[in-house]
């Protein structure tokens, strides 16, 4: 009787911490504007902002170009603030955003 009564003891407590069936909490999205945005190589800045969804903590993101964050000389850089600057050379880069929250 007793090894029952500390069975069902303890099977309670775990279904007391089980958190029970929560939802997740709904992904961070982000999107880049403008988008497409065109410039001239070598002398014509432009100013990209991003509009996020579902960041409850406001933590902004994090810019790069071409997946290097922040850009280089030979694909064009990109501030904390989203000012794209391009390299002296023409060619097609891609600009992206990427929320510094995480979906937990």
């Known amino acids: 009787m007793v090894r029952s009564g500390v069975w069902v003891a303890s099977i309670a407590f775990l279904m007391a ?3 029970g069936n929560s939802a997740p909490p709904p992904q961070i999205a ?3 504007h403008p988008k ?3 410039v001239v190589a070598g002398s014509q800045q432009q100013q990209f902002s991003a509009a996020i969804s579902n960041d409850s ?3 902004g993101v994090t810019w790069s170009v071409d997946a290097i964050p922040g850009g280089n000389a030979s694909v064009g850089t990109i501030s904390a603030t989203g000012l794209y600057t391009p390299p002296p050379a023409a060619g097609s880069h891609t600009i992206t955003a990427t929320s510094i929250g ?3």
Do not use: F, K, W
């Open 57 to 59: 903590q406001n933590r």
């Open 30 to 32: 982000v999107t880049v």
């Open 36 to 38: 497409p945005a065109s």
């Open 17 to 19: 911490c089980a958190g």
């Open 102 to 104: 995480h979906s937990e």
